[in-house]
Antibody, heavy 118, light 114 residues
Framework: EVQLVQSGAEVKKPGATVKISCRVS????????MHWIQQAPGKGLEWMGL????????MYAEKFQNRLTITADTSTDTSYMELSSLRFDDTAIYYC???????????WGQGSLVTVSS | DIVLTQSPDSLAVSLGGRATINCKSS????????????LAWYQQKPGQPPKVLIY???TRESGVPDRFSGSGSGTDFTLTISSLQAEDVAVYYC??????????FGQGTKVEIK
């Protein structure tokens, strides 16, 4: 059974950095890109970026380009999403997700809530 | 970037009634070489991540009840729930995978029971 298990909720101050993990099981980690998706409270889904665990190559959405780092650790089958210079509007649930067959986001983590509060 | 606009933002349907959600794309997501529309539909229930319902605009994911159907081509798409059940209360999103990155989603449509 494929599972993506994310780290827990975080509370951060404006300007801080948050790092969320996503540990996978049930498939070969390097077989699929790992994507990260933001969902602000009561809002829709926004793709943030991805990493290819095979070679570490990354792509980021323009909106997050300067503040986002996505990595993959093949020794622990874990992907990390680090967002810096946090703002109040970064308060959101962050999901990791994989695309299995070149189309849809088939497997999702349970989500990690990040609250930015002073 | 491809912008997806869903309508309506919310709708209330009686149990057993029909729910229709529209998704309009800012550009065609039909790939002419294989005649496939690169559009998917997801269902998201409170406290859960989204779940794939439909891909290639009209192909149901395995295990998805047949009351869910997708139609449309090019820039205009529809998700229909033919006979709404209580468990269908959720937010529904369309998503394109034609021109990536970025992968983009519609803003979501909330479906409730009338």
């Amino acid at each position: 059974e494929v599972q993506l298990v994310q780290s827990g909720a975080e509370v951060k101050k404006p300007g801080a950095t948050v790092k969320i993990s996503c540990r996978v099981s049930g498939y070969t980690f390097t077989d699929y890109y790992m994507h990260w998706i933001q969902q602000a409270p009561g809002k829709g889904l926004e793709w943030m970026g991805l990493v290819d665990p095979e070679d570490g190559a990354r792509m980021y959405a323009e909106k997050f380009q300067n503040r986002l780092t996505i990595t993959a650790d093949t020794s622990t089958d874990t992907s990390y999403m680090e967002l810096s210079s946090l703002r109040f509007d970064d308060t959101a649930i962050y999901y990791c997700a994989t695309v299995k067959a070149g189309r849809t986001f088939d497997y999702w983590g349970q989500g990690s809530l990040v609250t930015v509060s002073s | 970037d491809i912008v997806l606009t869903q309508s309506p933002d919310s709708l209330a349907v009686s149990l057993g009634g029909r729910a229709t959600i529209n998704c309009k794309s800012s550009q065609s997501v039909l790939y002419s070489s294989n005649d496939k529309n690169y559009l998917a539909w997801y269902q998201q229930k409170p406290g859960q991540p989204p779940k794939v319902l439909i891909y290639w605009a009209s192909t149901r994911e395995s295990g998805v009840p047949d009351r869910f159907s997708g139609s449309g081509s090019g820039t205009d798409f529809t998700l229909t729930i033919s006979s709404l059940q209580a468990e269908d209360v959720a937010v529904y999103y369309c998503q394109q995978y034609y021109s990536t990155p970025p992968w983009t989603f519609g803003q979501g449509t909330k479906v409730e029971i009338k």
